[in-house]
Antibody, heavy 127, light 107 residues
Framework: EVQLLESGGDLEQPGGSLRLSCAAS????????IYWVRQAPGKGLEWVSG????????YYADSVKGRFTISRDNSKNTVTLQMNSLRADDTAVYYC????????????????????WGQGTMVTVSS | EIVLTQSPATLSLSPGERATLSCRAS??????LAWYQQKPGQAPRLLIS???TRATGIPARFSGSGSGTDFTLTISSLEPEDFAVYYC?????????FGGGTKVEIK
């Protein structure tokens, strides 16, 4: 079964750091770009970041650029989102999602839809 | 940044009725628009990619249409499990953006 599983969400103080992980199974992990999308409580969806299959290309939303870093370890089938200088408006459920792809170049991180999502992990930033 | 505006915000309908949801983009996204369904406490589920292509396993009662700036998601006959929030998302340009959502609720 194709699956993504997030972990690492927690309660953190403003200015603090958290590290989220996304563990993949059921597909050739290195062949797919992976993205993070977040959802503040009671709000809509917001794209956060994306990374290519090799880890060499990354993209970020302006709201997190310079504070968040996405990376991946293909030997462990995991993607990590390092979140620094956390703010109250970072409070959200964070989902990792796989690039929807019907071609052979699914590892390229491009603007994409998402066909597989994790269940999400909650990040709360509050003093 | 491309802004996606969904309307209406809430749609109150009965099972068996037809639902028509709209998504308007602030500039052309060609056909690079997706639709998702989200139920409470769950992750979004991809319904439609590239404006009109149903994702794997999505029932035929869901259909998408449009191009450029105006898009529509139609549910031909609502089933009880279709009452949820629906989001559109563009993949034309960075940053990826989503609409604010339409809640389809039971009348």
């Amino acid at each position: 079964e194709v699956q993504l599983l997030e972990s690492g969400g927690d309660l953190e103080q403003p200015g603090g750091s958290l590290r989220l992980s996304c563990a993949a199974s059921g597909f050739t992990f290195s062949s797919y770009a992976i993205y993070w999308v977040r959802q503040a409580p009671g709000k809509g969806l917001e794209w956060v970041s994306g990374i290519g299959g090799s880890g060499g290309t990354t993209y970020y939303a302006d709201s997190v650029k310079g504070r968040f870093t996405i990376s991946r370890d293909n030997s462990k089938n995991t993607v990590t989102l390092q979140m620094n200088s956390l703010r109250a408006d970072d409070t959200a459920v964070y989902y990792c999602a796989r690039r929807f792809c019907s071609s052979s170049s699914c590892y390229v991180v491009i603007p994409s839809a998402f066909d597989v999502w994790g269940q999400g992990t909650m990040v709360t930033v509050s003093s | 940044e491309i802004v996606l505006t969904q309307s209406p915000a809430t749609l109150s309908l009965s099972p068996g009725e037809r639902a028509t949801l709209s998504c308007r983009a602030s500039q052309s996204v060609s056909s690079y628009l997706a639709w998702y369904q989200q139920k409470p406490g769950q992750a979004p589920r991809l319904l439609i990619s590239d404006a009109s292509t149903r994702a794997t396993g999505i029932p035929a009662r869901f259909s998408g249409s449009g191009s450029g700036t105006d898009f529509t998601l139609t549910i031909s006959s609502l089933e009880p499990e279709d009452f949820a929030v629906y989001y559109c998302q563009q993949r034309s340009n960075w940053p990826l953006t989503f609409g604010g959502g339409t809640k389809v609720e039971i009348k």
